[in-house]
């Protein structure tokens, strides 16, 4: 995946600095009022919402990843297609403590969100891009046999197949509820 730093991607650095103001973003459409000030309530749910929001992207592009492009392999596999599920309880957890550091931080600021109409939409599109991204990669093409890091096999359409669903129905509900939610009032 290009250049490294700290055995760290470069670009995978990037991605998911990005993803994580997009889950943010579609975070606060979702829970609605985004010029509310942080109450309690929100300082808990917003983290609570926008990891799931991130873990969603990375539940659809995972096993692709790993087993497809060969990005990474887990040495020791797991039940997605190779891929742990303590990788995304991990991302999980990693995520939440970060989005409630950063609501802490706005809380103790005493400030409303900032964001913007142009954000709102901004992000739902980009969540919505990255989300049919991987409709492309069902165009009829030979199933190849993938190993993971175990030696299992697996059909590469099963893994796309399943990435696909993950994409229309976690990844898609997110960005259709934030779309129905930023078109019912002002951001």
């Not at 985004?34 to 659809?60: C, E, H, N, Q, Y």
Request: glycine share 10%; aromatic share 14%.
């Amino acid at each position: 995946m290009g250049p490294k730093l700290f055995e760290l991607p470069v670009l995978l650095v990037l991605a998911y600095v990005g993803m994580g103001y997009v889950s943010w973003v579609l975070a606060i459409l979702l829970l609605g009022h985004a010029r509310r000030p942080f109450t309690i309530k929100r300082v808990v749910a917003l983290p609570l919402i926008a990891s799931f929001i991130m873990v969603g992207w990375d539940l659809a592009m995972d096993p692709v990843w790993a087993n497809i492009d060969r990005a990474w392999v887990w040495k020791d596999g797991g039940a997605y297609f190779g891929v742990p599920v303590s990788n995304y309880l991990g991302w999980y957890l990693t995520v939440f403590v970060t989005y409630q550091l950063f609501a802490l931080y706005l809380r103790s600021r005493t400030v409303t969100s900032k964001l913007t109409v142009e954000q709102g939409w901004l992000a739902i599109l980009f969540y919505g891009v990255c989300a049919s991204g991987n409709l492309l990669l069902i165009i009829p093409k030979r199933s190849l046999l993938v190993t993971d890091g175990t030696g299992k096999h697996w059909f590469s359409a099963d893994i796309i197949g399943a990435c696909v669903i993950v994409s229309i129905f976690v990844m898609g509900s997110f960005a259709i509820l934030a779309w129905l939610r930023a078109g019912e009032s002002e951001i």
